[in-house]
């Protein structure tokens, strides 16, 4: 047979040949690389990592990491010359390593919340970049996980080093809105002190209370090697002031602060006395506004309340209104006082979870303004008759469930001033309505619109004489 003949028959620049057809046999390609991990079969070297050793292949390395290509083939590396490299690794490192190793081979690697960070810092020592990318992307979709299995802290420790942006931005949005919940992860103990200072700074954080944050962070303190160096840079930083005196009593029968009553004496102080200047004449409030709220969500403060739609994916638009009436909204902390009404400003909240509409209606039709954009309206009431300017700091926060554990999934903030002018507050598109309607959203609980308003006055001036209160 004339086989140069018969090849010839077919142009290549015809028409495709009909019986073309692609064999892709690379499963068994992979499984004949995953046949010599840590098999001495060819193998032409040893890396000795901890206690381990393992039978590897230098063209395996070589061509996966640019860091190994470096080490076994320049001159200038002595491990190029030799049998057997041992490899230096971070503690947490050595439990994962052979999955490490393996994934060289093969291309795939089981990952778990305890597990991801050490094999993303192997992925980085040695630039694997595909596996870095996996492991980052592996996080942000794990971000939310139950207490036992969070690891946002350590996850956003490092990817503030390493440079990666949007991890780092995630994983701290996750943490002060879900603060509760990594108070209570294992690496709450283990997060080092300029992390907790950099938190106790923050007004964002949501949280019952700064009782229950004092908590958490008192069984931080008593796992420092330098206790009192620790409580000396932080104390300031956290605001006894907005304790009930009920809890400032409970703090000094704690051991803790027996053992350093010197260092918590200023901060005391100044809480018992403000709550001593209270208690005796409400008008001196204005001289005690030192220390700002954090979103906290207990009933003592006041500044929170609760958004709620049943069954939002079935609800008719000119039915998901929600309305808060009447929100009084104390000026400060002050539990105690038999005047607190007089110090409060009154709000009007409405939130429009599938789209803004005028409430005015005629036969199903709307006959004002209306879009498809959720918006949260806060209205200053009685504008007219308190001749004062009002600012306030605006939280709103919308919860999910993932896993059964239910977390703060989106956070929106806003800055106002409320006075004759501009009584209104008028954030759009809160969120994607969107993101309400996929399948099994993640912003809903159990088909239900959760949400709550934190809304803190941080000045109170009046507008005939621009005196600040």
């Known amino acids: ?18 019986s073309e057809e692609t064999i892709d046999d690379g499963k068994h390609v992979i499984k004949r690389y995953q046949e010599l991990f840590d098999s001495e079969s060819m193998s032409d070297i040893v890396l000795v990592v901890g206690l381990s050793r393992y039978s590897a292949h230098k063209f395996v390395l070589t061509t996966a990491s640019e860091v190994f290509q470096a080490m076994l083939s320049e001159d200038r590396w002595q491990e190029g010359s030799q049998s057997e490299v041992t490899l230096t690794e971070e503690e947490e490192c050595l439990p994962v390593f052979r999955n490490f190793l393996r994934y060289l081979y093969c291309g795939s690697i089981t990952l778990m919340t305890t597990t991801v960070l050490p094999v993303l810092v192997l992925a980085d020592k040695y630039c694997i970049r595909p596996l870095c990318e996996s492991c980052v992307q592996y996080m942000l979709q794990h971000i ?95 605001r006894f002031s907005l304790m009930t005196p009920k809890q400032l009593y409970e703090i000094e ?50 500044i929170s309340c609760s958004l709620t739609l049943i069954n939002y994916q079935v609800k008719a638009k000119i039915d998901s209104k929600i309305i808060v009436d009447n929100f009084k909204v104390p000026l400060q902390f ?17 939130f429009f979870p599938k789209g803004y509409f005028q409430p005015h209606v005629l036969y199903h039709t709307y006959l004002g303004k209306h879009n498809e954009k959720t918006t949260l309206v806060i209205r200053r009431m009685n504008p007219l008759c308190i001749p004062e300017i009002v600012s306030v700091e605006v939280t ?19 800055s106002h001033q409320f006075c004759q002018k501009t009584p209104k507050l008028e954030i759009e598109d809160v969120i994607s309505m969107e993101k309400f309607q996929e399948n099994n959203s993640r912003y809903l609980v159990n088909g239900r619109l959760e949400a709550a308003l934190f809304l803190k006055v941080t000045g109170v001036q009046d507008a005939r004489d621009g005196n600040k209160k």
């Open 396 to 414: 709103m926060v919308i919860y999910g469930k993932k896993n059964q554990v239910q977390y703060v999934a989106h956070t929106v903030t806003a």
């Open 334 to 350: 002050n539990p105690s006082s038999n005047k607190i009404d007089q110090m409060k400003a009154c709000f009007h909240v409405e």
């Open 144 to 238: 939310v996980e139950s207490p036992d299995t969070n690891r946002a802290l350590s996850w956003y420790q490092y990817a503030k080093i390493s440079g990666y942006t949007q991890l780092q931005e995630e994983t701290l949005r996750f943490i002060l809105s879900n603060f509760h919940i990594v108070q209570n992860s294992p690496d709450w103990l283990m997060l080092n002190k300029s992390e907790v200072q950099e938190f106790l700074r923050s007004s964002d954080i949501v949280v019952e209370s700064e009782y229950h944050l004092w908590k958490k962070l008192a069984e931080w303190f008593e796992h420092q090697d330098e206790v009192a160096v620790a409580l000396k840079e932080l104390l300031p930083l956290v």
């Open 253 to 302: 029968s704690s051991e803790l602060y027996k053992e350093h009553k010197q260092l918590f004496s200023e901060k005391f102080l100044q809480a018992y006395r403000r709550h001593s200047l209270l208690s005796e004449d409400v008008e001196k409030l204005s001289n005690t506004m030192v220390e700002p709220h954090r979103n906290f969500s207990s009933p003592d403060y006041g």
């Open 1 to 18: 047979m004339d086989v140069k003949r018969v090849c010839s028959s077919y142009d290549a620049t015809s028409q495709k040949d009909p």
